[in-house]
């Protein structure tokens, strides 16, 4: 049986820092272990595998909400956890049709502030103020 783990050893183990583990304790994603009349909690190793998968998922835009369903969803529940996936891609191809249109927008706004425009103002500050839309 592998040697349990202090709050410590989990952070650096998991590459996060000690408020991080505290953080997932309170919202529910990681059990906190009783403590010991004396001495320091002692985590299961698992609890550093559960970590890495926390923050995998957030990297891949999941939020902490979303990655306690696919916790308590667990192994064995493929269709379900597959199901969450295309939601969070189709999420993800929603902001990325956003953020081109507003970069479209700003190449707008580049172009026209390009030209010639004389004395006038800046056509940036022009349809910022106005509150038009540029493109």
């Given at each position: 049986m592998?040697?349990?783990?202090t709050i ?10 000690v408020?991080?583990?505290r ?17 320091f909690?002692h ?13 995998r ?30 939601e969070?891609r189709a999420?993800v ?14 190449d ?9 425009h004389?004395?006038?103002?800046c ?13």
């Amino acid at each position: 049986m592998s040697q349990p783990l202090t709050i410590g050893q989990v952070a650096r183990a998991a590459g996060v820092n000690v408020e991080t583990v505290r953080y997932y304790q309170r919202v529910g994603l990681i059990t906190e272990p009783p403590k010991p009349p004396q001495g320091f909690r002692h985590y299961p190793r698992e609890t550093v595998a559960k970590i890495s998968f926390i923050k995998r998922a957030q990297q891949l835009g999941f939020n902490l909400k979303e990655i306690a369903e696919l916790l308590v969803l667990g192994e064995g529940h493929c269709d379900d956890v597959r199901a969450r996936a295309e939601e969070k891609r189709a999420h993800v191809a929603r902001q990325i049709a956003d953020l081109e249109r507003l970069r479209d927008t700003l190449d707008g706004l580049i172009r026209a502030c390009e030209g010639e425009h004389g004395a006038s103002a800046c056509p940036i500050v022009e349809t910022l103020s106005a509150g038009a839309d540029p493109a």
